[in-house]
């Protein structure tokens, strides 16, 4: 049990979760591969997050489709996290449809990349 607040505590204090939650509130977030595909097609998603321990499958099918549709796309978190910081259950990836955000969140990103 303290494992689990602990990381609750270090999620509440990270940059990219409060802006995906935040995202999320605004109604500028999509999640789930079916909705995140979709957006991604329809080039309303700016930026797509997949998380790190999604399937080999979803992580091409996401790389290779933004790829295609020039859309950022990046590995982060893990499903419980993400999932965790929308309020939702279990998320393999979510799509940012908000500009501003995106930059951010891009930005966080970039800074958390190791190196």
């Known amino acids: 049990m303290i494992c689990w607040k ?11 979760y409060s802006l995906l939650g935040l995202a999320m509130r605004g109604r500028n977030l999509v999640s789930g591969e079916f909705q995140t595909e ?7 998603a700016m930026l797509v997050i997949v998380a ?8 091409k099918l996401f790389h290779d489709k933004c790829s295609y549709y020039e859309v ?10 993400l999932g965790w910081a929308i309020g939702r259950n279990l998320r393999s990836s979510v799509g940012v449809c908000d500009a501003g955000l995106a930059d951010a969140l ?7 990349l190791p190196g």
């Open 38 to 44: 979709d957006a991604v097609k329809k080039g309303s």
């Open 72 to 81: 950022p796309v990046y590995e982060y978190g893990t499903k419980e996290e």
């Open 6 to 16: 602990r990381s609750l505590i270090s999620l509440k204090q990270n940059k990219i």
């Open 52 to 59: 790190e321990d999604a399937s080999a499958n979803t992580k």
């Open 106 to 112: 891009i930005k966080q990103l970039e800074a958390n």
